[in-house]
């Protein structure tokens, strides 16, 4: 009969049986204090919880003021650290193995140590979990979260209680198998991010720049100039109002996803205020473009792919001239953070959060149209292109979603 249930994990390669042992990280692992006094390596580090350790100039994107760090701690590869600082879905911060340099630095507020008797990638996926954040937070001081920066003493660090397999080559192939899960995932965002380069690219070339009435890149067959017009001869402001209901139902408006439905959140917030059902919100329409007159500046602006629905007033919904153009070519053209960029130029209001760019304004902007025939191309070419992305996306999130499941299910 099993002593502890809660020490065998729900799921677990075969052949391996026996139940998990308790250890103190201690036992596991030694802390490393080397100081980087002959200037070993001038290499600053973060740690992010998304890209782990890394160079803080590659991190930031910008060169890090030269400054004197030879009292900073020396990190080697396959050494771990922990950054104390908590972030958003992160509460206790994050600790993570360098790998991508041979050396680095790290300022002596970080607790830095090496595996000794545990394997190392069974580390790196164990530290993925959120299964260490009871220990930290039974160790952690009072007052632990001042300033953001979590006050836990090393040795109490060092006394958090782990829970690992007894044979290392159970740990090797629980470690081995998020190493390839990590990945395959790694390659997927690559192709994302290269999809969306490319996105950008063509974004770039397929419409004028700088007043011009020629793009740098057509498709076969079209020569004409492009015809100057103002954007309210394309787009008209919808006003009309009307409550929520099974064909008009309340969604939100995001940058990420555009019109989008409500989540749970909203939902609950929504029975704690009441009864909403004779509020009037704004109406809109598939195909509309949409966007958020306070956002922009964030790329606030989109068209409306959901379908019939009602969103906060303070939204600003267009519906869009047939007549003159197509709803996803416009769509390209009003998100293009060149013109983006032209919009903010109108710009007001004397708090930065709270500038916003009206309607007004927005409309009496100039666009650059081609023949009806050429704007179907362009737009049919990013609707796929925009389709491939989202297909991308979705491959992705299953695969972190994937992940959480496994790694909840493989671990004590």
């Given at each position: 009969?099993?002593?502890?249930?809660?020490?065998?994990?729900?799921?677990?390669?075969?052949?391996?049986t026996?139940s998990?042992?308790q250890?103190?990280?201690?036992n596991?692992?030694?802390?490393?204090?080397?100081?980087?006094?002959?200037?070993e390596?001038?290499?600053?580090?973060?740690?992010s919880?998304?890209?782990?350790?890394?160079d803080?100039?590659?991190?930031f994107?910008k060169?890090?003021a030269?400054?004197?760090?030879?009292?900073?701690?020396?990190v080697?590869?396959?050494?771990?650290?922990?950054?104390?600082s908590?972030?958003?879905?992160?509460?206790?911060?994050?600790?993570k193995?360098?790998?991508?340099?041979d050396?680095?630095?790290?300022?002596t507020?970080?607790?830095?140590f090496r595996?000794t008797?545990?394997?190392?990638?069974?580390?790196v996926?164990y530290y993925?979990?959120?299964?260490?954040?009871?220990?930290?937070?039974?160790?952690a001081?009072?007052?632990?979260?001042?300033?953001?920066?979590l006050?836990?003493?090393?040795?109490?660090?060092?006394s958090?209680?782990?829970?690992?397999p007894?044979?290392?080559?159970?740990?090797?192939?629980?470690?081995s198998?998020?190493?390839?899960?990590?990945h395959?995932?790694?390659?997927?965002?690559?192709?994302l991010?290269?999809?969306?380069?490319?996105?950008q690219?063509?974004?770039?070339?397929?419409?004028?720049?700088?007043?011009?009435?020629?793009?740098?890149?057509?498709?076969?067959?079209?020569?004409?100039?492009?015809?100057?017009?103002?954007?309210?001869?394309?787009?008209?402001?919808?006003?009309n109002?009307?409550?929520?209901?099974?064909?008009y139902?309340?969604?939100?408006?995001?940058?990420?996803?555009?019109?989008?439905p409500?989540?749970?959140?909203?939902?609950?917030?929504?029975?704690?205020?009441?009864?909403?059902s004779?509020?009037?919100?704004?109406?809109?329409?598939l195909?509309?473009?949409?966007?958020?007159?306070?956002n922009?500046?964030f790329?606030?602006i989109?068209?409306?792919?959901?379908?019939?629905?009602?969103f906060?007033?303070?939204y600003?919904?267009?519906?869009?001239?047939n007549?003159?153009?197509?709803?996803?070519?416009?769509?390209?053209?009003?998100t293009?953070n060149?013109?983006?960029k032209r919009?903010?130029k109108?710009q007001?209001?004397t708090?930065?959060?709270?500038?916003?760019v009206?309607?007004?304004?927005?409309?009496?902007?100039?666009?650059?149209l081609p023949?009806?025939?050429?704007?179907e191309?362009?737009?049919?070419?990013?609707?796929q292109?925009?389709e491939?992305?989202a297909?991308?996306?979705?491959?992705?999130d299953?695969l972190?979603e994937?992940?959480?499941?496994?790694?909840?299910?493989?671990f004590?």
């Open positions: 009969m099993k002593d502890n249930q809660a020490k065998y994990p729900q799921l677990r390669f075969k052949g391996f026996d998990w042992e250890r103190k990280l201690s596991l692992a030694e802390r490393v204090t080397r100081k980087n006094k002959n200037n390596s001038g290499r600053p580090l973060t740690i919880a998304q890209d782990g350790l890394i803080q100039n590659d991190f994107d060169q890090i030269s400054r004197d760090v030879s009292g900073y701690f020396l080697k590869n396959g050494e771990f650290a922990y950054n104390k908590y972030s958003n879905g992160y509460p206790w911060g994050a600790i193995r360098l790998d991508k340099y050396m680095g630095v790290l300022s507020l970080y607790i830095i595996p008797n545990v394997s190392s990638q069974f580390l996926s993925d979990t959120t299964r260490w954040y009871k220990e930290v937070a039974k160790n001081a009072e007052g632990a979260r001042n300033h953001g920066l006050n836990i003493a090393p040795t109490d660090f060092f958090t209680v782990l829970i690992t007894n044979s290392i080559e159970e740990q090797q192939k629980i470690g198998f998020f190493k390839q899960l990590d395959l995932i790694t390659l997927h965002q690559r192709k991010a290269k999809l969306k380069e490319l996105k690219g063509y974004l770039q070339k397929l419409f004028p720049e700088n007043g011009s009435k020629f793009p740098q890149l057509r498709f076969a067959g079209f020569a004409d100039d492009w015809e100057e017009r103002k954007l309210q001869e394309v787009l008209r402001e919808r006003n109002q009307q409550p929520q209901s099974m064909e139902p309340l969604v939100s408006f995001t940058v990420e996803n555009g019109v989008t409500k989540t749970d959140r909203y939902e609950r917030e929504q029975l704690v205020v009441g009864d909403k004779s509020k009037k919100y704004k109406v809109t329409v195909n509309d473009i949409v966007y958020n007159p306070a922009l500046k790329g606030a989109s068209r409306n792919k959901y379908g019939n629905a009602v906060s007033p303070i600003i919904t267009f519906l869009v001239n007549d003159v153009t197509t709803p996803e070519f416009i769509e390209m053209f009003v293009r060149d013109f983006i919009a903010l109108y007001q209001g708090v930065y959060e709270r500038q916003s009206s309607p007004t304004d927005l409309l009496a902007m100039n666009v650059y023949g009806k025939s050429e704007q191309k362009i737009g049919s070419f990013f609707q292109l925009d491939t992305i297909l991308h996306q979705r491959k992705l299953l972190k994937q992940k959480k499941g496994f790694l909840q299910k493989m004590v």
